[in-house]
């Protein structure tokens, strides 16, 4: 099992080119223990320091760190921040029979994302909410782990009955990565821990343009990383 798929957890206090001020801190856990009688090596003062921060291993933590090092220092850009570029649309791909309903549920998704696109653009603003109701089928509502539903850790999608959509899972890394703690924090209605909203009632129904547009791409980007994902048997 990797560290991508662990119960998510908000991966704070890693700043770019960090792993020497890690070192540090494990140190100062090393100390804090001793002061508290409890004898704690190096390595294990680093593993301790790694499950605070929300990974698996010290070596996760650590590679987290070297590459944000390694990244630009401007802030981290999402998909559904980016307003100004057009709505990316899924590659023609061959499905295979097993594939076959995790890509009913992609193109399902990205249904929702382009039928959102137009309405924010070609629906006048106070016909848009009746124009969102129109879509139909099921609410992307709600990313949910629950490992007494499924044991594999995953993320996985599901409508406003916390029923599933077949094949739309994410991992905790690309969770992440999608910027849907950010996300849950701004505009979610969910603990955002093991639960992430999609499209909250609050904003499904919003006259905003801008609004319509992120919730479009937030979809997009979502059916896109599914869609790249190897499908298993």
């Not at 996760?60 to 921040?81: D, I, K």
């Not at 399902?108 to 309405?119: D, G, N, P, S």
């Not at 009746?130 to 782990?145: A, F, H, K």
């Not at 991992?171 to 209605?189: A, K, M, R, V, Y």
Request: aromatic share 8%; proline share 6%; charged share 25%.
């Amino acid at each position: 099992m990797t560290d991508s798929i662990i119960p998510f957890q908000r991966r704070g206090g890693v700043p770019p080119d960090a792993v020497f001020a890690l070192k540090g801190e494990a140190r100062q856990l090393r100390a804090d223990a001793l002061a508290q009688g409890r004898q704690l090596s190096h390595a294990a003062a680093l593993e301790e320091l790694a499950l605070s921060k929300g990974f698996r291993t010290w070596n996760a933590l650590n590679a987290h760190a070297s590459q944000a090092g390694a990244a630009s220092q401007r802030p981290q850009v999402f998909p559904w921040q980016q307003l100004d570029q057009p709505l990316p649309e899924l590659p023609l791909q061959f499905v295979k029979p097993h594939e076959l309903r995790r890509s009913e549920s992609i193109t399902e998704l990205m249904r929702w994302a382009r039928q959102m696109e137009f309405i924010s653009t070609k629906v006048a603003p106070d016909d848009r909410p009746e124009s969102m109701e129109l879509i139909g089928n099921r609410v992307p509502y709600v990313l949910e782990q629950s490992r007494s539903r499924w044991p594999d850790g995953l993320f996985h999608l599901c409508d406003r009955g916390y029923d599933a959509f077949k094949g739309i899972a994410l991992t905790g890394e690309q969770i992440h990565s999608l910027g849907l703690p950010e996300w849950n924090d701004e505009f979610g209605q969910h603990g955002g821990n093991d639960s992430f909203t999609l499209l909250g009632d609050d904003w499904r129904y919003t006259r905003k343009e801008d609004m319509l547009k992120r919730m479009a791409r937030l979809l997009a980007s979502i059916a896109l990383v599914v869609n790249s994902t190897p499908a298993t048997a």
